[in-house]
């Protein structure tokens, strides 16, 4: 009789039973798993649905840890929700310890993916004692952790620990919130607790993390070199990404150490719509301490420990607040809010307020450094930046985007009774494009700065440059389409890159090779990245294979592979998210390794072609596959190339080889994310170092040569013609004006300055920083001394201003205040001063502009005091000079001080008989200790006499004096006037 058809209901559990002839059935054993999961596999494709039951366990100690060596999910206690099912919850109790130890996991997952798909469930861990070493506690849902002391670090085999809420590939899905409550947390060894999306546009989920004692985050990973993090993230997705959840930690001391991080960073990809990063938000009852760098390089995340809200990609960058007692940052930490966008938003606010002090000091360059690992290798490898693991301790908002219409970057306000900066410190807000540098405000009762110690605001776009010849112009500063070889990638390894404009695309030149000696040989000698096609031509026929690598969990390396493209066989899908279901199978693979699969719509009404890879997972317990995109056609001519860009669905980077141009010859052409960018001349450099030291040309441009000067249209180098200057649009647009012709206008409708270049029949606006921001200082007394500097500055932009409200005291030595601009029509920034007595021995009060108006200086002081050596100047290179106006009474210094009588007195007059005219004769000796002499700059112990001020009516006779000094206000004017008129220097 047959067995009556199974009538399983959604919503309920339901068990599987293997029924196996062998006396024994040990799940440790590789065969045992692959039936159970293939069980599993089966009857998620027939039901598509059924919600996992909750898991429970209480003991006074629990422990898992690892029973076979480099098998990863032996030590693994997991519910999971597969399809349209939910997941159940974990919870696990420990009245004294729960350990998970080597490469342990507790899993909560859900694997369904598409709109529909179900949702994960909860974990909740609680134990006196909790210690996570090389293992991961994981879930799509909410996790909530309780216990005294909380332990992440040491790192075992492939893992570091982990305590991780993440949502991945589902079409929509947000990730669950972390809550942690505890007396200690340590993380250590490249630890995380993260919460985030990848993949999809869902938001990370919020932690919020309470200690009722002291949060550390120390250090990196000792084999792949990624630091110690508390993280909310949004990361990069194919086609939009959400933004990152916020940090919230109140705790009574946080310690940042030796690369430690807490990050709300959104991270996509330069073409793909974001939202915003997280806000952090920490109250720390004592201390906030950041100190010291990442001991083995920098990474793609940074370098140094730091607080850091940063956007990646089109979004904004996330708040900082910060209540602390007091906040220290020193060795290169730092704490920062930047974006890399253009055409939108702009950065986000930093809020510090610390009830006793704000300190930082130095910079990374005394830390020795451990050798590089993986994460530095690869970064060291890929990316392009002038410099490497170097980092200065301080407080920054950056718009790091170098394109004229880059986002702005954000605000720095703090308040605190003491700020001290020394040893090169900063607080800085920048923009390296054309967006606008925030505003710094400082709320402080004494600013000490000391030994090249920067408070500045700068807009730092550089629009000229000097060059010896055209070539050397036009290998430095590469114009569009010039692709450029590397012939050291830092691999031993060439890379080819193509200038899309405002970024380096990477770039294959050769897409043929003759046989499959020369195939492997390629990626020996080039690097390669996922996706790259390569045709194989071998006595008349042809094939084509596509490069795949991926990580060896077992190894932790890299590992590249060559599957060849199948012809004959090709899959056609309605739409994109029926493929992201294909990305993982227990058994058999859906389809064969080098499946063509075409997506009639990609939920852009455009199509696109991927090829399917299937590679068996290293721990043999199924197959994993991904479908690589399509990033190279063959087109027959530029019609075929327009059509492609019409219909199909086009990933940056993609290349097309078209057979016939508009000049009958073939070209390579490259997809910037928007139009198509043609191979041009190639440049060749020898490593890493040559290539960040080049420049992208950008419309506007100016290259001075030694016979004539030239401008970049965005397409070409022309020679440049004739300079205006004008105050509006109308005046421009009346000019007579010849291709190559600069017109400067000083006011386009904005109020703002711009520039444009005559070409091709069309204005071009010339490439212009961003204005400089503002620094406003509200404070009882302000000391720079040691080359220190409170400045705006602008290469090409307009300079920013600067205002000083001080109630007693500014003291400038050896230091300066100013702002500048560099080039252009751009007008120097005011600077006020307001109230204070103000002191300046070689110092300088400047705002100067190169074209534009100088700034104005207004200084109203009740006692102004210059050495003959300092400057208060407002000046104009070519434009015309600002105003300097010093609102001060004439101060007779003198007249504070008692007179030394003209003649010395007579000492003899008071010693006694020598001893030899004495009766008794004694005896003297003088015996030499030997000791330290004391050095002519020591403090020498002195009484000040300090005369009450002059009054006419009292008699001379009647003037009181004070010795000691006891008022410490008094005693500070008077060491400092006196230091003023000695040439020493006076702290106060």
């Known amino acids: 009789m047959s067995r009556k058809p199974r009538n399983l209901q959604p919503h309920y559990s339901y068990h599987i039973t293997c029924r196996c002839n062998n006396r024994e059935f040990k799940l440790v054993r590789r065969e045992c798993r692959e039936v159970i999961l293939y069980a599993i596999d089966k009857t998620l494709q027939k039901y598509q649905f059924g919600d996992a039951g909750h898991l429970s366990l209480q003991a006074m100690n629990i422990k898992f840890d690892k029973i076979l060596p480099l098998k990863p999910l032996d030590g693994i206690f997991s519910s999971g929700a597969f399809g349209t099912g939910q997941g159940g919850d974990i919870r696990?109790?420990?009245?004294?310890?729960?350990?998970?130890?080597?490469?342990?996991?507790?899993?909560?997952?859900?694997?369904?993916?598409?709109?529909?798909?179900?949702?994960?469930?909860?974990?909740?861990?609680?134990?006196?004692?909790?210690?996570?070493?090389?293992?991961?506690?994981?879930?799509?849902?909410?996790?909530?952790?309780?216990?005294?002391?909380?332990?992440?670090?040491?790192?075992?085999?492939?893992?570091?620990?982990?305590?991780?809420?993440?949502?991945?590939?589902?079409?929509?899905?947000?990730?669950?919130?972390?809550?942690?409550?505890?007396?200690?947390?340590?993380?250590?060894?490249?630890?995380?607790?993260?919460?985030?999306?990848?993949?999809?546009?869902?938001?990370?989920?919020?932690?919020?993390?309470?200690?009722?004692?002291?949060?550390?985050?120390?250090?990196?990973?000792?084999?792949?070199?990624?630091?110690?993090?508390?993280?909310?993230?949004?990361?990069?997705?194919?086609?939009?990404?959400?933004?990152?959840?916020?940090?919230?930690?109140?705790?009574?001391?946080?310690?940042?150490?030796?690369?430690?991080?807490?990050?709300?960073?959104?991270?996509?990809?330069?073409?793909?719509?974001?939202?915003?990063?997280?806000?952090i938000t920490l109250e720390v009852e004592d201390t906030l301490t950041l100190s010291g760098v990442n001991p083995y390089g920098q990474t793609i995340y940074g370098f140094a420990s730091r607080i850091v809200a940063n956007s990646r990609g089109i979004g904004n960058a996330g708040n900082i607040q910060i209540q602390a007692g007091s906040v220290s940052i020193s060795e290169g930490a730092l704490i920062e809010a930047s974006i890399d966008s253009q055409n939108y938003g702009g950065g986000s606010n930093i809020n510090i307020q610390a009830d006793e002090y704000i300190t930082i000091s130095g910079d990374a360059s005394q830390i020795s450094l451990e050798a590089p690992g993986t994460f530095q290798e690869e970064f060291a490898k890929s990316s392009n930046l002038p410099t490497y693991n170097q980092s200065i301790s301080g407080i920054y908002a950056r718009s790091t985007s170098n394109a004229t219409n880059s986002g702005d970057s954000g605000q720095i306000e703090l308040s605190t009774?003491?700020?001290?900066?020394?040893?090169?410190?900063?607080?800085?807000?920048?923009?390296?494009?054309?967006?606008?540098?925030?505003?710094?405000?400082?709320?402080?009762?004494?600013?000490?700065?000391?030994?090249?110690?920067?408070?500045?605001?700068?807009?730092?776009?550089?629009?000229?440059?000097?060059?010896?010849?055209?070539?050397?112009?036009?290998?430095?500063?590469?114009?569009?389409?010039?692709?450029?070889?590397?012939?050291?990638?830092?691999?031993?390894?060439?890379?080819?890159?193509?200038?899309?404009?405002?970024?380096?695309?990477?770039?294959?030149?050769?897409?043929?090779?003759?046989?499959?000696?020369?195939?492997?040989?390629?990626?020996?000698?080039?690097?390669?990245?996922?996706?790259?096609?390569?045709?194989?031509?071998?006595?008349?026929?042809?094939?084509?294979?596509?490069?795949?690598?991926?990580?060896?969990?077992?190894?932790?390396?890299?590992?590249?592979?060559?599957?060849?493209i199948n012809e004959d066989s090709q899959v056609t899908l309605e739409q994109y998210n029926i493929l992201s279901n294909i990305t993982?199978?227990?058994?058999?693979?859906?389809?064969?390794?080098?499946?063509?699969?075409?997506?009639?719509?990609?939920?852009?009404?455009?199509?696109?072609?991927?090829?399917?890879?299937?590679?068996?997972?290293?721990?043999?317990?199924?197959?994993?596959?991904?479908?690589?995109?399509?990033?190279?056609?063959?087109?027959?001519?530029?019609?075929?190339?327009?059509?492609l860009t019409a219909t199909t669905n086009l990933k940056t980077g993609t290349q097309v080889d078209v057979a016939q141009t508009h000049d009958g010859n073939p070209a390579s052409f490259v997809f910037d994310g928007e139009g198509w960018v043609g191979a041009r001349q190639m440049i060749e450099v020898p490593d890493l170092e040559a290539r960040r030291n080049l420049v992208l040309a950008q419309p506007g441009h100016i290259a001075h040569l030694p016979d004539n000067d030239t401008i970049y249209t965005g397409s070409e180098w022309t020679n440049l013609g004739q300079t205006y200057r004008v105050n509006n649009l109308t005046e421009r647009d009346a000019l007579n004006v010849q291709p190559g012709d600069l017109v400067k206008v000083a006011d386009?409708?904005?109020?703002?300055?711009?520039?444009?270049?005559?070409?091709?029949?069309?204005?071009?606006?010339?490439?212009?920083?961003?204005?400089?921001?503002?620094?406003?200082?509200?404070?009882?007394?302000?000391?720079?001394?040691?080359?220190?500097?409170?400045?705006?500055?602008?290469?090409?932009?307009?300079?920013?201003?600067?205002?000083?409200?001080?109630?007693?005291?500014?003291?400038?030595?050896?230091?300066q205040v100013s702002t500048s601009v560099q080039e252009g029509v751009g007008s120097g920034g005011d600077l006020t001063i307001t109230n204070p007595q103000f002191i300046i021995n070689n110092g300088n009060i400047i705002a100067q502009a190169n074209e534009g108006y100088g700034g104005n200086i207004k200084l109203v002081s009740d006692q102004f005091i210059a050495s003959p050596n300092s400057t208060v100047s407002a000046s104009s290179k070519l434009g015309i000079d600002g105003k300097v106006d010093i609102d001060s009474p004439d101060v007779d210094v003198s007249g504070a001080l008692l007179g030394i009588p003209a003649e010395f007195f007579d000492a003899s007059t008071k010693l006694k008989s020598p001893c030899h005219a004495q009766k008794n004769k004694s005896k003297f000796m003088i015996k030499h200790l030997k000791s330290s002499p004391p050095s002519p700059y020591d403090w020498k112990s002195n009484w000040l006499v300090l005369a009450q001020p002059k009054d006419k009516t009292t008699p001379h006779s009647k003037i009181k004096t004070l010795s000691p000094i006891t008022s410490f206000d008094i005693a500070e004017q008077l060491a400092l006037k006196v230091a003023l008129l000695t040439g020493c220097q006076s702290i106060f």
């Not at 996706?531 to 008349?540: F, K, R, Y």
């Not at 994993?624 to 399509?630: H, N």
């Open 92 to 279: 696990m109790i420990a009245e004294n310890s729960l350990n998970l130890l080597n490469d342990s996991y507790i899993q909560n997952m859900a694997w369904g993916s598409g709109v529909l798909a179900g949702m994960s469930g909860n974990i909740y861990l609680q134990a006196d004692t909790l210690n996570i070493e090389g293992s991961v506690v994981s879930t799509s849902g909410q996790l909530v952790v309780q216990a005294k002391n909380l332990y992440l670090g040491k790192r075992f085999g492939i893992l570091n620990a982990r305590l991780r809420t993440f949502e991945f590939g589902k079409a929509v899905g947000n990730s669950g919130n972390i809550t942690i409550e505890a007396d200690n947390i340590l993380l250590e060894d490249g630890a995380d607790i993260a919460s985030f999306t990848a993949n999809n546009d869902g938001n990370g989920g919020d932690i919020d993390i309470q200690v009722h004692n002291k949060l550390t985050v120390r250090g990196a990973s000792p084999v792949v070199g990624g630091s110690t993090q508390i993280m909310s993230g949004s990361i990069k997705a194919e086609t939009s990404a959400g933004s990152a959840g916020n940090i919230h930690i109140r705790a009574r001391e946080i310690e940042l150490d030796a690369g430690g991080i807490i990050d709300a960073s959104q991270i996509v990809a330069g073409d793909v719509p974001g939202r915003q990063a997280g806000n």
């Open 417 to 564: 009774p003491l700020l001290s900066l020394s040893n090169q410190a900063q607080i800085s807000t920048a923009s390296e494009g054309g967006g606008q540098s925030g505003q710094i405000i400082l709320q402080v009762e004494k600013l000490l700065l000391s030994d090249n110690a920067l408070i500045r605001s700068d807009s730092t776009l550089v629009n000229q440059l000097t060059f010896d010849s055209v070539s050397a112009r036009d290998n430095s500063l590469i114009s569009f389409g010039t692709v450029v070889k590397t012939q050291d990638s830092g691999n031993g390894k060439s890379n080819y890159q193509i200038n899309a404009g405002n970024v380096l695309i990477d770039f294959l030149p050769t897409n043929k090779v003759a046989d499959m000696t020369a195939l492997e040989n390629l990626a020996e000698q080039i690097d390669l990245k996922n996706g790259d096609i390569v045709v194989l031509e071998n006595q008349g026929e042809s094939a084509r294979f596509i490069y795949y690598y991926t990580p060896d969990i077992t190894l932790a390396t890299v590992r590249g592979i060559w599957t060849r």
């Open 584 to 643: 993982f199978s227990y058994g058999n693979p859906p389809y064969a390794d080098g499946t063509k699969i075409h997506v009639k719509d990609m939920g852009n009404g455009k199509a696109a072609d991927f090829i399917y890879i299937a590679r068996a997972r290293t721990d043999a317990v199924g197959v994993y596959g991904r479908a690589l995109d399509v990033e190279y056609y063959k087109m027959a001519n530029i019609t075929a190339l327009q059509e």
């Open 748 to 815: 386009v409708g904005n109020g703002r300055h711009d520039a444009f270049v005559y070409a091709d029949g069309q204005w071009i606006k010339q490439l212009r920083g961003g204005d400089a921001g503002q620094i406003v200082i509200n404070a009882d007394k302000i000391q720079l001394t040691d080359g220190s500097e409170i400045s705006t500055g602008s290469i090409s932009g307009g300079g920013g201003s600067v205002t000083l409200n001080v109630d007693k005291m500014v003291f400038l030595n050896n230091s």
